[in-house]
């Protein structure tokens, strides 16, 4: 398969210069910020003297030349360095890396959650259209759509946790108490589940709605006429022909907004004290840790060109017609 | 011998925003077993309308309104319930549409499309289904069916993809086949290689046709009967030879003159005077009057019944029977 | 006037766009006249504190005694001043971008466009939030920031938009009249794109409310101004006892984005017909 392989080869290619571009940003970033990493230690020590701040800068290397600077920030980013937290006094990749696969773990349960309820609602609503369950789904998305993320996890909260105390309210799993592998895998379930929902609702919307439109006018061509006239059921013809040619938009749909779920999980996070990098966002905020904050952005970022990368190749094996463009 | 189909005053109305508007009016006709029956007219004559109405594959999106009755094999299509209807389509009705690009699904390969009517009227396994598709393209004449059997549509030059279509629409050995304007999208020197493929196999396999199309060349070549359309409805019907011959309806003499020059007579290019009435301004009277050149004052006034000639050869015009011109 | 008139016409026939229309002025009112009827300030400590609603305080007190109904006032103008403030610049900055890259073409669009796409690939609320924490959160640096993570979609359609008409004949003619670059861009294209980028822009205006109201929900606001993210976030302490009091703010938010897009729909509904309608 030389034609599939040259277009992974290519795509994969096409992230180098993104990366860089992204530490470019972060640098600039980091030398918007008044203030430096001198006189944040000479403000924690309790004020110094001038002398001891240059001394202080000069031994971090900020008095060399800006592009220098920037050199060494890439060199530092090769080897898994995004510099130290001041205040939680670790590496600041090691505080990330702890974290990442919490958010992983919530942001994929989310969008698969979002993607498949998200479809089948669209499917639903398009095979039924006019009928009452087409306006139901669609009023229900518009609700889900305008609803904001962390109001939506509080009042769940209220619900489940608090009137009905069937869920938990906080946290990935049950702590101090000894479990099973299973038992485990159990108890992180019943965690992750209202955080899921929370996360994955507004997404579930938008999907929903555009998989409809997408059916609708899928609706239109003329090869569902042909698979009509074949003798095959209106359930087949919707759920087999129609949808595989309707589900493209939304998948790239989906593909793009890995980013906007990111900044989503940092507020359901946040309400659900969940340990991910989204926590670890709002517990840098309320310490000032820029060094941290900047160290999040740059990984999240590279996470969303990684996971964009994945979703084009596997756009390009979904579409027949894609990979020999 | 009974008739294979019966068509008695087969009408379609779709409403519209400026009011219903009636896209064929009246048509009735019949079939009989291995016969050829072409419905020939201008864009707007209602032919195609009247193709899809036959097993009702106009969608219900459309509103339309279907009236009449179309007796096919002693059944009322139009009464039956849908999941009797969709035993009839594919299975003893196949039909083929004009542009095999858009009425093929673009997300699936020819042979998995190929089996399907297979699969869904005879059970076949997917291994007995895909076998009998290879043999299938074998039969429509493409090269290398093993091959070809897991391409996609886009993989295939026009003239192929219409043998798939033509292919499909045979599967199942139905007893009437319906073609939509099988060659218009196809490049000249593939028409005659299409044409030709569509009457050998209607021979081999004992297939009425009923053939719709504006292009008179082609009626020549395949067709037995032919029933002429104007402004949604028949206006002349009778054997090919008679039709062409002796054309009684001023308007199929107009046609023909203008096929004549076509085939190259020289001279200038006879015009029919005026242009197809829209279908929300349709005169009183006799549609083609206004355009007519032998026009009388009766003409404007009612509608004018079919008055047959010889056998079988009718004509909705006051002057049948006439000496001609 | 004509225009208007057929506009309002077409607008007119969607019943929830009406309705959300309806609803987005009651809120407008309320942000506008509210506080000037209810003057109290949203920042004075005048009840006992997580008092439920009652005959005094309509919507009751929050967590260290202040006036909801008070804040709920004074957050809708700091809510919809954002909203619509960040949706106009990300608007303006998309709409130059996307012009310039999309009637230019080549190494210009190449070049703007590699920025466009970079900007979409960082994950937009974190962006914010880095801005605003090192710019210390304030109206005007939240605004710069929503609207700074948000113009990239904006470009993106207008590029679309210039892409589709600078190849029309129209602008061929104008170009053989020897109109000059600007005048095309600004007097001929820039009308017939306009529909599209006012569609986008009234639902940027939504999606600005939602990221204010996360961003306030986090503790970046302005500490001048009360905003209901905000007043959701300081509620969340007593979830157990007083739910009302992060949930009253939620609901205004809920339902001024609701409307917000609803009137956003029915815009693109009457600026953009499409060909199958019934």
Redesign the interface.
């Known amino acids: 398969m030389p034609a599939k392989l040259w277009f992974v080869l290519k795509r994969v290619l096409q992230v180098v210069p ?1 990366v860089l ?2 530490a470019a ?1 972060n640098f600039l ?1 980091l030398h ?3 203030g430096d990493a001198a006189d944040i230690i000479a403000a924690q020590s309790g004020g110094a003297s001038p002398e001891f701040v240059a001394e202080l800068r000069r031994s971090f290397g900020l008095d060399r030349p800006l592009y220098q600077q920037f050199l060494v920030y890439i060199a530092r980013l090769l080897t898994f360095d995004l510099g130290w937290s001041n205040v939680q006094q670790r590496p600041v990749f090691d505080l990330i890396a702890d974290r990442v696969p919490a958010t992983l773990l919530l942001m994929m349960t989310g969008i698969t959650l979002a993607l498949i309820f998200g479809t089948l609602l669209g499917i639903l609503a398009a095979m039924r ?2 009928r009452w369950t087409d306006s139901v789904v669609s009023v229900l998305a ?2 889900a ?7 939506l996890g ?2 769940l ?2 619900l489940f946790s ?1 009137t009905f105390g069937i869920l938990p309210s906080g946290g990935m799993m049950t702590i101090g108490a000894v479990m099973s592998a299973g038992a485990r895998a159990l108890d992180i379930a019943r965690h992750l589940l209202l955080p899921t929902l929370t996360l994955g609702l507004f997404y579930m919307a938008i999907y929903a709605r555009l998989m409809r439109s997408s059916m609708l006018e899928v ?5 569902i ?10 359930a087949r013809v919707g759920l087999v ?1 129609a949808a ?2 309707a589900l493209l938009p939304v998948v790239t749909l989906a593909g ?1 907004q890995i ?2 779920l ?3 999980s ?2 359901v996070e ?2 659900f004290g969940w340990p991910g990098l989204g926590r670890l ?2 517990d840098a ?2 310490q ?1 840790d ?1 060094n941290l ?2 160290g ?2 740059f990984v ?2 590279v996470v ?2 990684l996971i ?1 990368l994945a979703v084009d190749l596997l756009y390009g094996f ?4 894609i990979v020999h463009k | 011998m009974s008739a294979l189909l019966q068509v008695e005053g087969l009408s379609v109305q779709f409403p519209t925003l400026r009011g219903d508007v009636a896209a064929l009016e009246d048509l009735s006709f019949e079939m009989r077993e291995g016969e050829t029956v072409a419905l020939v007219g201008e864009s707007g004559s209602g032919k195609s309308t009247a193709a899809l109405a036959l097993s009702r594959l106009i969608p219900e999106s459309t509103g339309c309104i279907i009236s009449g009755r179309v007796v096919f094999e002693g059944r009322n299509l139009l009464g039956l319930p849908l999941h009797e209807l969709r035993e009839v389509r594919g299975r003893r009705i196949g039909m083929i549409f004009q542009d095999p690009m858009m009425a093929l699904n673009p997300v699936f390969t020819i042979g998995w499309q190929l089996a399907e009517p297979l699969r869904k009227h005879f059970g076949l396994s997917n291994r007995a289904a895909r076998d009998r598709a290879v043999e299938l393209l074998g039969h429509v004449a493409i090269a290398a069916p093993e091959q070809r059997i897991d391409q996609y549509p886009h993989n295939l030059s026009g003239g192929m993809r219409q043998r798939v279509m033509i292919a499909m629409a045979l599967a199942c050995r139905p007893s009437l086949l319906i073609a939509d304007e099988p060659t218009t999208a196809l490049d000249v020197t593939v028409q005659a290689q299409v044409l030709s493929l569509i009457k050998t196999l209607k021979d081999e396999l004992g297939t009425a046709v009923l053939l719709i199309t504006h292009d008179l060349g082609v009626v020549w070549e395949i067709a037995q009967r032919v029933i002429v359309m104007y402004a949604g409805r028949k206006v002349e019907e009778g054997t090919a030879a008679h039709v062409f011959d002796d054309p009684q309806h001023p308007y199929a003499r107009e046609l023909l003159r203008a096929a004549a020059f076509a085939s190259g007579e020289g001279g200038r290019l006879p015009e029919i005077p005026g242009s197809v009435p829209s279908p929300f301004e349709i005169p009183s009277g006799c549609c083609f009057a206004p355009r007519c050149t032998s026009a009388r004052e009766i003409c404007y006034a009612a509608l004018p019944p079919l008055k047959s000639t010889k056998h079988g050869h009718e004509a909705a015009c006051v002057l049948v029977g006439a000496a001609s011109p | 006037m004509t225009a208007l008139t057929d506009f309002w016409r077409k607008y007119r026939r969607n019943h929830t766009a009406v309705f959300g229309l309806l609803m987005l002025i009651v809120v407008l009112i309320a942000a506008t006249i509210g506080p000037i009827i209810y003057p109290a300030d949203p920042f004075d400590m005048v009840g006992r504190p997580a008092s439920p609603p009652s005959a005094r305080f309509v919507l009751g007190t929050d967590v260290s005694g202040r006036d909801m109904l008070a804040g709920l006032l004074h957050g809708a103008r700091v809510s919809l001043l954002i909203g619509f403030l960040a949706s106009l610049g990300a608007t303006l900055v998309g709409l130059i971008v996307g012009a310039i890259a999309g009637y230019y073409g080549r190494a210009v669009d190449t070049i703007l466009m590699r920025c466009t796409d970079f900007f979409l690939t960082i994950p937009s609320f974190i962006l914010a939030i880095v801005i605003i924490a090192i710019f210390r959160p304030s109206v005007a640096t939240v605004t710069i920031a929503i609207a700074a993570v948000s113009w990239p979609q904006v470009a993106r359609l207008a590029r679309a938009e210039f892409i589709a008409h600078r190849d029309r004949e129209y602008v061929l003619a104008c170009r053989a009249l020897g109109m000059s670059d600007f005048e095309i861009i600004t007097r001929q294209i820039l009308p017939n794109a306009l529909p599209s980028l006012l569609v986008v822009s009234s639902l940027l205006v939504a999606t600005s409310i939602l990221t204010e109201s996360g961003l306030s929900f986090l503790g970046l606001s302005d500490p001048n101004v009360i905003s209901w993210g905000y007043m959701v976030g300081v509620g969340r302490t007593v979830l157990r006892g007083a739910w009302w009091m992060p949930a009253i703010p939620g609901i205004a938010i809920l339902l001024t984005v609701l409307c917000i897009n609803l009137v956003g729909e029915g815009l693109n509904e009457a600026l953009n017909p499409r060909l199958q309608r019934r």
């Not at chain 1, 759509?145 to 109001?151: K, M």
């Not at chain 1, 609706?219 to 090869?223: A, G, L, M, Q, R």
């Open positions: 993104v571009a992204i940003l970033l918007l910020a008044p259209h006019r518009l609700l759509y305008a609803t904001p993320q962390f109001w509080l009042m909260i209220v608090i609706y239109t061509h003329e090869y006429t042909t698979a009509r006239a074949k003798g095959l059921s209106e022909h595989s040619n793009v980013g906007h990111l900044g989503g940092i507020l946040t309400v966002v709002f905020l309320l000032r820029l904050l900047l999040i952005l999240s970022s969303v060109v964009n979904l579409d027949p017609r």
